[in-house]
């Protein structure tokens, strides 16, 4: 089982998330909450094409922090 770092973003209406270790791996919902499905379901759709095509599936490197700032 592997666990991949995905970025999460406001859009304005919606959420939008990337994978940064599955360039071209993302996609947008309404809810934080049906973006992480979607990211979930989306990632195991991506990784299956590239092994589909041959495609060396790279292993997850990238991590996220939060960093607290004075404001």
């Known amino acids: 089982m592997a666990e991949y770092t995905i970025i999460i973003e406001y859009a304005g209406t919606n959420f939008a998330a990337y994978v940064p270790d599955l360039p071209g791996c993302v ?10 499905e979607l ?26 922090s939060s960093i607290r700032i004075a404001s």
């Open 27 to 36: 996609g947008a919902a309404d809810t934080i909450e049906e973006l992480e």
């Open 39 to 64: 990211m979930r379901e989306s990632i195991e759709f991506h990784i299956e094409g590239m092994l589909l095509n041959g495609e060396e599936v790279p292993a997850p490197h990238s991590r996220a």
